[in-house]
């Protein structure tokens, strides 16, 4: 019993670090996307929050380093607002998280990347997102309220950066690696306060570490590589297979 107990904890071990590849990988090419790739599995052996949680927690390490490596290029100013409103509206959710029904809700959340992959791609031209407060604000307040329950805080504020820094792949990269750095350092400590993540939770964060950084230095040698236009596409389609994906499993 206990040689099937240690067996099926490295096989944990084991999926979270080859998620946590596949995470860093879209991270590093796509400014986002960590959580959105992992939280696919994560819940397949984990409780949703401690998912969350797990997948909040090794972000922070892997957006250390993108942070260091586009350090010369972060718009400081333009990241304060919208973090302020993202942390206050994440708290919250994350406080309330504990006592919310998620069962069904993870179809919805397909259904949200797929629509804005669309827009992205195929309206962002005829219906224009200016980059100022209410947009900083509304799109932080959509972030901060899916990443308390999911951790997957990404696609609203990719919306309004690249309305912002759209044209500068550098300087989008190096401050929404910020944006996100700074609010996920703070949602894991609203989280392990909260009691949400567990002690054996903790230990899959070495694994997950490990992984991130493999795939994050791959997506590092490919987004060097890629010019303004694609790299906005590779942002659409990521979405879009995000969300179909996300739809589908949660069917199952």
Known sequence: MREELMDSEWLLFLYTF???????FVQSTTGFGFGIFVMVFFPLY?????AAGLSSLILIFLLSTLVWRYRKYIQWKQAIFPAAVYLIVSTITIRLASSINLSGINFWLGMFL????IYMAFMNQKITVKANWGTAAVCASLSGTVDGLFSIGGPPMTVYFLALLGNE???YLGTIQFFFFITNLMNS?????????????????LPGILGQYI???LGNRIVDRIDSRHFQILVYSFLAVSGIFTCISSLF
């Open 18 to 24: 080859l998620a946590c590849i596949g995470g860093g």
């Open 46 to 50: 984990l409780p949703v929050l401690q």
């Open 114 to 117: 797929l629509l804005i992959a």
């Open 169 to 171: 792949k550098l300087k």
């Open 189 to 205: 400590f609203n989280r392990i306060f909260s009691g949400i993540l567990k002690p054996f939770t903790l230990l899959l964060v």
């Open 215 to 217: 795939g994050s230095r």
